[in-house]
């Protein structure tokens, strides 16, 4: 995370008042891909890459955003703040606002400094840190206080009606919710959760492939449509299964052969990843780790071979990790055909694995992966300066 007490004096400078700072969490998921949305389970860690905001009140009713890592400030009147998006990166706070001015809130006039070292754009949600940071900040201001899941839900609103990029819950949850090493195990029907111990002694190796296939968007539609069609033939026969979470492997054996082949190969991904999920956590939960590793590998054979959203750049990275000493389990994460890949790895191996990873990545793809050792992080919160000068 960016230093706090530069963030402040930034602000200081720039708009010449005290400001509160708020911090909120990038993530990376561990296990439970493109089960958000069939109302099961996914298993993410919040991750110390972090977004700043400090904000100050205003007396002149404007609504100042800056954000250090665009180098840019964007001005709006308080009472008058843009309706719809336009595709720049204010839309993000500029969709908080939106979504608690929906619910009742009067947005007064503030100057908001944003500061992140979330990688932008490279899956590990930098968005739902900005959202989240920038939320509690309004908020702190309002003297408004919100549930976990109900600040959550502000938040993937604000990215869903007003930018308009259709994601689940977990990013925003897991950005609130994190606890320091701990994975979140996340039940999307209702949202409840269990906090899930990582060792100490593990690191979170985040490998990204530094591609993104262009395809990513319109797939991820095609594989939504794949999966509901799936549920869809199973429901005829079982009224009472709405999403494939309610769905079981019989099933796909009993009505499989009415389904299109692969609507029946993404929806056997689905159940088997659900299932997957909440075994991942049991099996951390009993300080299982060989059968942790066992479970991711599994997961990214069913991602790469069922729902077919992996690409050659992703299975080249978790397959060159297998033998390098430390590994305990390798998966492709988030949306799919491109991004980072998850390694759990034993801490202390992390920076040579990380190494040995990036060396073998680029000889054989022929491009310099960034590599990140992260450990699991605390939630978004308020931080207190006193406190941090206290303890560095
Ligand atoms: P990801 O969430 O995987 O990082 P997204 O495309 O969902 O990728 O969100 C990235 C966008 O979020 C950025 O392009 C920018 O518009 C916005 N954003 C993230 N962090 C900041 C920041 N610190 N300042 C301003 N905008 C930000
Ligand atoms: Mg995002």
């Not at 996340?186 to 591609?211: E, F, G, Q």
């Not at 299982?288 to 790469?304: C, F, K, P, Q, V």
Request: aromatic content about 6%.
């Amino acid at each position: 995370m960016h230093d706090p007490a530069v963030l402040r004096s930034m602000h200081l400078a720039r708009f010449k008042a005290e400001p509160a700072i708020f911090a909120a969490p990038g993530r990376v998921n561990l296990i439970g891909e493109h089960t958000d949305y069939a109302e099961g389970f996914v298993m993410p860690a919040a991750i110390d890459f972090a977004t700043l905001a400090a904000i100050s009140r205003r007396s002149d009713g404007k609504v100042v955003i800056y954000s250090e890592n665009f180098g840019k400030e964007r001005v709006f009147e308080a009472d008058a703040l843009p309706p719809a998006a336009n595709g720049h990166w204010s839309d993000y706070p500029l969709g908080v606002l939106s979504i608690l001015a929906e619910e009742g809130h009067r947005i007064p006039g503030f100057s908001l400094c944003l500061w992140g070292d979330v990688p932008l754009g490279s899956g590990l949600s930098s968005s739902a840190a900005v959202e989240v940071a920038t939320a509690l900040a309004v908020l702190s201001l309002l003297g408004a206080r919100y549930s976990g899941p109900a600040l959550a839900r502000f938040c993937q609103r604000a990215e869903n009606e007003f930018v308009g990029a259709n994601c689940g819950i977990m990013d925003q949850f897991i950005s609130v919710n994190g606890e320091e090493n701990h994975a979140l195990l996340l039940d999307c029907r209702d949202l409840s959760y269990k906090l899930v111990p990582l060792p100490h002694d593990t690191a979170l190796v985040i490998a990204n492939t530094m591609v993104k296939h262009a395809v990513s968007g319109s797939e991820y539609t095609t594989r939504r449509a794949e999966v509901e069609d799936a549920c869809a033939v199973i429901a005829r026969h079982r009224p009472e299964v709405r999403f494939l979470r309610d769905a079981t492997v019989e099933d796909l054996e009993r009505w499989g052969a009415e389904m299109a082949p692969n609507a029946l190969k993404r929806a056997r991904h689905v159940i088997t990843e659900n299932q997957r999920t909440v075994a991942a956590a049991e099996a951390l939960l009993r300080g299982d780790l060989a059968g942790t590793g066992r479970l991711m590998a599994a997961a990214h054979r069913s991602y790469s071979h069922d729902f077919e959203a992996s690409c050659p750049e992703a299975d080249a990275m978790v397959e060159l990790a297998q033998d390098l000493p430390g590994l305990i389990g390798a998966r492709l994460t988030g949306g799919g055909f491109g991004g980072c890949t998850i390694n759990l790895v034993n801490r202390k191996d992390a920076p040579a694995f990380a190494e040995r990873l990036a060396g073998r990545y680029e000889a054989q793809v022929g491009i310099r992966p960034e590599i990140h050792i992260c450990r699991a992080s605390g939630g978004a919160r308020r931080v207190e300066l006193g406190a941090l000068t206290e303890r560095s």
